[in-house]
T-cell receptor, first 113, second 114 residues
Framework: DVKVTQSSRYLVKRTGEKVFLECVQDMDHENMFWYRQDPGLGLRLIYFSYDVKMKEKGDIPEGYSVSREKKERFSLILESASTNQTSMYLC????????????FGSGTRLTVV | GDSVTQMEGPVTLSEEAFLTINCTYTATGYPSLFWYVQYPGEGLQLLLKATKADDKGSNKGFEATYRKETTSFHLEKGSVQVSDSAVYFCALSEGETSGSRLTFGEGTQLTVNP
C-alpha cells in the first residue's frame, strides 16, 4: 500500500517562528498536495506540486511556501507563523494516472500561540 | 469556479438506521466525484468514486450515484454501524483522470449510537 507520512502529529509553535511541515510518500508519485482542514470549511488547497522543483499555488497560499527537492518529499513552510494558521494540515499524493484517488497522510495538528 | 456543497451536520443516528448525506456540485465540465471518510485521529481515505453520469460507486455498504441532471452525488447506506462514525467529505475533480486537484465540501460529521 502507498504510504504518506507526515513527520509530526502535533506541533506547538510561537507566533513569528518559521515552521516546517514535512511529508514523505513511498510510491514514486508525481503529484503531491498540501491542504488545511478547518471546521465548517472542509479542506482548502494551499500548494501542490506535479514534479520535482515544481510548485503551484492553490486557493490559500498566502503566508505559506513549499519545497520539493526530491520526488518523495514535499515540505510546507510557514515563513512567520501566525495564530490564524492554527489548523490541521493534511498532505496527499497521487500518481497522475487513473487510480483510486489521493492517498492522505494522518495530518499534523499545528497550534500557534 | 468549482464548488461542492454538503448537507449541514452533524448527523446523529441509531445503529441500523438508514443514512443519507446530500452532496451537490457546481462544475464547468464533467467532473469525477468522490466520497472520502475521515475516522477520528486519521487522514482521509477514499470511500468510493464515480467518473461519469449514472455511474454508481459502492464500498463497505455505502453507495452514491452520479446524477448529472441534478448535479448531485448523495451518499447512502442502508444500515449504519457504530464503526461508521466519522467525518464524510464529498469532492470533485475536473481532471480527465481521477487526479488533478480535488475540491472538497465542508464535511459532515456522522455519529452512530448503539
Amino acid at each position: 500500500d502507498v504510504k504518506v507520512t507526515q513527520s509530526s502529529r502535533y506541533l506547538v509553535k510561537r507566533t513569528g517562528e518559521k515552521v516546517f511541515l514535512e511529508c514523505v510518500q513511498d510510491m514514486d508519485h508525481e503529484n503531491m498536495f498540501w491542504y488545511r482542514q478547518d471546521p465548517g470549511l472542509g479542506l482548502r488547497l494551499i500548494y501542490f506540486s506535479y514534479d520535482v522543483k515544481m510548485k503551484e499555488k492553490g486557493d490559500i497560499p498566502e503566508g505559506y511556501s513549499v519545497s520539493r527537492e526530491k520526488k518523495e518529499r514535499f515540505s510546507l513552510i510557514l515563513e512567520s507563523a501566525s495564530t490564524n494558521q492554527t489548523s490541521m494540515y493534511l498532505c496527499a499524493s497521487f500518481p497522475g494516472t487513473e487510480n483510486y484517488g489521493y492517498t492522505f497522510g494522518s495530518g499534523t495538528r499545528l497550534t500557534v500561540v | 469556479g468549482d464548488s461542492v456543497t454538503q448537507m449541514e451536520g452533524p448527523v446523529t443516528l441509531s445503529e441500523e438506521a438508514f443514512l443519507t448525506i446530500n452532496c451537490t456540485y457546481t462544475a464547468t465540465g464533467y467532473p469525477s466525484l468522490f466520497w472520502y471518510v475521515q475516522y477520528p485521529g486519521e487522514g482521509l481515505q477514499l470511500l468510493l468514486k464515480a467518473t461519469k453520469a449514472d455511474d454508481k460507486g459502492s464500498n463497505k455498504g455505502f453507495e452514491a450515484t452520479y446524477r448529472k441532471e441534478t448535479t448531485s452525488f448523495h451518499l447512502e447506506k442502508g444500515s449504519v454501524q457504530v464503526s461508521d462514525s466519522a467525518v464524510y467529505f464529498c469532492a470533485l475533480s475536473e481532471g480527465e483522470t481521477s487526479g488533478s486537484r480535488l475540491t472538497f465540501g465542508e464535511g459532515t460529521q456522522l455519529t452512530v449510537n448503539p
